[in-house]
């Protein structure tokens, strides 16, 4: 098939962007996808869409391609490009505009009179400009109702269709798209709104923006679509978790989103395990939408216990509690310490013992999920118990081989 | 659905070739121009070529066009499902939106579905009538590009006042707060929204007030070790950051990264998230910044 910058499938450059942008240090050969010629498509194409962001360099094993975007100077996002990029037939992009114009000033036509007219009033301008075929204009109608884009009106026998106007005040709404579409989910659909009012200028920028999670917008809209409709899915995920998915179903309930690292959950409930467990969005390559599960409340009661005792999104054991108390030294002048563990907290709870010494405690079901978050406090944690034992052999691992790593910091006397 | 292509770039960049003809303006270098500020680097070749070859017949040879009414068309459902989702979230009230026209159009989601499990909770006060009054009188004053005369007061109790130009309105998704970034007499200034105690546009404009906003960025290299997924994590941590990977053997990479020089003490407690895996090389005063923390440990304690 010839190439085209335009694409049918989006999944099909999802994981390659990902690749480029996320990795960003894989030679041509490292690419494990079907054959060097789709490496050379898909890149390509990112060159046309994203040429200004695209960076190489030579090395051995070959030339690395990889993205360099400072997400936090862009107004908007520019991975949103690669859903701008569906492919469409010839009649596809002529009927949209013939039909649009036909239809403007609050005019209404039944489809063959819809046919008539664009042979009459456009094509007749053109020699050899192609046949226009009522059954195609049929379809292609009822495909804008189902979009939105047009509505239609039983009169007697006849369907009559017309612009699908709503007295929305596109101006109002510039600035919130403008916010919005960085920061909501599905912030694609903000893009779409902005290209058709022709708003772009921005006021806002973004910082700790994940502009990767873009590439998981088609898998976000199938789950909220399940999760409205409270229906069950089958994902299909990548390798590493099929022995835990397999072909089963699970009902979706909540999409959780780290800020501080951008990932995307689905936290669901698997069927036949009978219980919750949480999948990475990147991880699902495809879903089908199954069937209404009347379960949906029962399992949303589970969710809120389960919310008690997590502190990210790992429930290990859900049946089982691990404690942690860590103490904090605050010196003069360090009241953004406390401040600090205060927001940071989540399902755990701070005290203040002293001026200088608050303690902070948690229960949660995994408490190596902490283990990050702790060691942003290495320097200033006076005390440390886990019920966990590997929990604290890790902290005093990690402080052990910081001293070395860092060439063993002495007193300086 | 999602990906459609109606949302299409081609789609959007021959609306805007119509329009342009429509107003009697289209010639060979305007449609080229459109083509590379709306569309893709080799959109350039497949475009004019459907329009001239009449496979989209909506041109004349003298490049006049057929279409009667400039093109636009009507938001699409998933597009209005999207805009009454927005509704729901406490952060809409900063802006002065109208919502009639989205009465019979269902949520595309609502905002229990979504959870941000690690966001900080002292985020901005989106319900206090003075937040949303100076978030506004700020919005105004960029788009209008007039000075701003803000007042504000500091984490130490400071009142601060300032006739500044505003550049942008940062949002830090991790901390939930809004800030305003711009330029004073004494340089940069960048001011959180929820400080301000009172602001005001001013008369002048911000073209001949003579203020500048430079904003240092510092590079960071650090050697990383693949373990425990550290290359994935710290790959995805660090996403938002301009940066560039180099593998130096199967297990071993280093990272450069370029952050704001005012981040700085962000940066170290993220780069203290990965503990030993990742180990800053330069700049020297990073280092020491990390010495600095495990010499404290030490005085208090090493070992649990």
């Not at chain 1, 098939?1 to 099909?12: C, H, P, Q, T, V």
């Not at chain 2, 449609?31 to 070529?49: L, T, V, W």
């Not at chain 2, 990383?224 to 180099?246: G, H, P, Q, V, W």
Request: charged fraction near 30%.
């Amino acid at each position: 098939m010839a190439y085209s910058e335009l694409i049918k499938n989006f999944n099909k450059i999802r994981e390659y962007m990902r690749q480029f942008y996320v990795y960003g240090f894989r030679s041509r050969s490292e690419f494990d996808f079907k054959s060097a010629r789709s490496y050379d498509n898909e890149h390509r194409r990112l060159q046309s869409w994203l040429g200004e962001y695209m960076r190489f360099r030579h090395e051995e094993d070959g030339k690395v391609v990889f993205m360099s975007i400072d997400g936090r100077n862009l107004p908007c996002n520019p991975l949103y490009k690669a859903f701008k990029t569906k492919s469409f037939t010839d009649n596809d992009i002529t009927f949209h505009f013939f039909v649009l114009d036909l239809l403007a000033k609050e005019q209404e036509y039944s489809a063959s009179n819809i046919t008539s007219l664009i042979s009459s009033e456009y094509l007749s301008y053109f020699d050899n400009s192609g046949y226009c075929d009522e059954s195609t204009i049929r379809k292609k109608l009822k495909e804008y109702v189902r979009t939105g884009i047009l509505k239609e009106r039983k009169q007697g026998k006849e369907l009559l269709y017309s612009r699908n106007e709503s007295n929305l005040n596109p101006d109002s709404w510039s600035d919130a798209v403008s916010f919005f579409s960085e920061y909501s989910p599905l912030g694609v659909i903000g893009s779409y709104i902005s290209d058709c009012t022709g708003k772009s200028d921005s006021p806002f920028r973004f910082k700790h923006r994940y502009i990767f999670q873009a590439l998981d917008s088609q898998i976000l809209y199938m789950l909220i679509t399940a999760i409205n409709e409270s229906r069950d899915i089958r994902p299909k995920v990548k390798t590493k978790r099929i022995d835990l998915i397999g072909n089963n179903s699970v009902h979706p309930l909540k999409i959780y989103i780290s800020t501080q690292n951008g990932r995307q959950y689905l936290l669901c409930y698997h069927i036949e395990l009978n219980r919750l467990l949480f999948i990475r969005l990147d991880n699902i390559i495809d879903l089908t939408i199954a069937d209404v599960n009347e379960n949906r409340e029962t399992y949303l009661k589970e969710c809120e216990l389960l919310k008690k005792h997590l502190w990210g999104v790992s429930a290990k054991e859900p049946d089982h509690l691990e404690k942690i108390e860590m103490t904090i030294h605050i010196e003069e002048h360090e009241e953004f310490v406390f401040n600090r563990l205060m927001k940071e907290k989540r399902c755990g709870s701070v005290i203040r013992k002293d001026p200088h010494t608050c303690v902070f405690t948690a229960e949660v079901y995994d408490a190596m999920e902490l283990v990050p978050w702790i060691r942003t406090y290495i320097g200033r944690i006076e005390d440390f118990y886990c019920s966990n034992p590997e929990v604290t052999n890790c902290l005093n691992r990690d402080i052990e081989k910081l001293d070395e790593l860092y060439g063993g910091v002495c007193d300086a006397v | 659905m999602l990906f459609n292509e109606v949302y299409s770039c081609y789609y959007n960049t021959v609306s805007k070739i119509i329009e342009v003809s429509i107003n009697g303006k289209l010639d060979n270098k305007t449609m080229n121009a459109i083509i590379r500020d709306i569309a893709f680097a080799e959109s350039g070749i497949d475009i004019p070529q459907a329009l001239k070859s009449r496979r989209w017949p909506f041109l004349n040879n003298d490049l006049s066009t057929v279409i009667r009414h400039k093109p636009d068309r009507p938001l699409t459902l998933l597009e209005k499902r999207w805009l009454k989702s927005l509704l729901s979230d406490p952060r809409i009230k900063l802006f002065e939106i109208k919502q009639e026209g989205l009465e019979d159009v269902a949520p595309l989601y609502t905002e229990d579905t979504f959870v941000r499990f690690d966001v900080y909770t002292d985020g901005d006060p989106y319900d206090d009538p003075k937040y949303i009054e100076n978030f506004r009188t700020v919005l105004s004053a960029m788009r209008n590009k007039r000075l701003l005369r803000i007042s504000y007061t500091d984490n130490n109790g400071r009142t601060h006042n300032h006739d500044c130009a505003v550049d942008n309105i940062e949002y830090s998704l991790k901390n939930d707060k809004f800030r305003a970034i711009g330029a004073c007499k004494h340089g940069t200034i960048i001011i959180n929204l929820s400080t301000i105690d009172h602001c005001a546009l001013l008369d002048a404009d911000t073209t001949s007030c003579g203020y500048s906003m430079v904003r240092k960025k510092k590079e960071l290299i650090a050697q990383l070790e693949d373990k425990n997924n550290a290359l994935e994590r710290a790959m995805i941590c660090f996403s938002y950051l301009e940066k560039e990977t180099i593998q130096t053997d199967d297990t071993h990479y280093i990272f450069k990264l370029k952050y704001f020089e005012e981040d700085e003490a962000e940066i170290l407690i993220q780069v203290l998230s990965f503990g030993t895996y990742f180990k800053v090389v330069a700049p020297q005063e990073f280092i020491e910044k990390i010495k600095s923390r495990i010499l404290k440990q030490k005085k208090l304690r090493t070992r649990f």
